[in-house]
């Protein structure tokens, strides 16, 4: 996996997992809120068999802390849309979890002719209910105790929260900064108590494969969201998972992908 930096910032940082193949069309894979491209390593290596994959940090977060503009879905959207020009890809599958599948969504309905595919995990602005509070606690969390309870949260009852996880975030809080980024983004993704929506039925009429995965047991953005979607977007609801999928259930999600993306 190739670790690239920004030159002179024309484009995101992000990891480019290559493909022994000649596909052309590769996977851009965007984080949620307070993550980084980190989160999706064993998403990448699992792709890679067959396609190519780019995850990107999205302003505010990894190595993106001090991009020149941060702040709500729509600013981040727009330097996903730069950094794809200045990579000269035309035309790519878009993977999006939680905040990133807002991002996504956006990226989606304003260059819609450049998206082959759109798969969006726990998505952002698919209903207004948003667990607020937690996001907010996330923000500010630095000590790795409270992020273990709080990263506990986002994941199913059944699973188990690796060891590392907790320490590994804590200790990202620690770059000057990035507690007071991610307080102004939540901010802007957090309307008082609830959350800006996005126009599913444009979504919808969008001439592209989109699929929506959720879990049950999602405590950030409640599962309800996903129902009563346009019977045109195909909606994939998996029982005892929580907010992160691609980490709770990385095969499922893996195969759902592809699938999209015209591969079996």
Do not use: C
């Amino acid at each position: 996996m190739t670790d690239l930096r920004p030159a002179a910032q024309t484009h995101l940082p992000f990891n480019d997992q290559t493909t022994s193949g000649t596909d052309e069309t590769p996977v851009i894979l965007l984080h949620g809120f307070g993550g980084d491209r980190q989160t999706w390593q064993n998403t990448q290596t699992a792709l890679s068999a067959k396609k190519r994959s780019l995850a990107f940090d999205l302003p505010g977060h990894g190595e993106a802390l001090d991009w020149p503009r941060i702040g709500n879905a729509g600013i981040a959207a727009k330097a996903v849309s730069q950094s794809l020009d200045a990579l000269d890809l035309s035309k790519v599958n878009l993977v999006g979890h939680s905040m990133g599948g807002a991002v996504a969504a956006l990226v989606a309905l304003r260059d819609p002719d450049r998206i082959a595919s759109l798969t969006l995990l726990a998505p952002g602005g698919f209903g207004p209910e948003i667990n607020h509070r937690l996001l907010r606690r996330y923000a500010t969390t630095t000590d790795a105790e409270g992020m273990e309870v709080l990263l506990e949260q986002f994941f199913g009852w059944e699973f188990r929260l690796p060891k590392y996880l907790a320490r590994s975030v804590a200790e990202s809080r620690a770059k000057p900064g990035a507690t007071a980024t991610l307080e102004a983004i939540v901010e802007e993704i957090v309307d008082g108590s609830v959350q800006k929506t996005l126009p599913r039925d444009e979504l919808a009429a969008l001439n592209m494969p989109i699929k929506v995965i959720w879990g049950t047991q999602d405590r950030v953005l409640p599962t309800r969201q996903a129902h009563k979607l346009p019977g045109i977007v195909a909606t994939h609801i998996f029982e005892r998972v929580g907010h992160m999928p691609h980490l709770e259930i990385p095969n499922e999600v893996t195969r759902l992908i592809l699938q999209n993306a015209g591969e079996r």
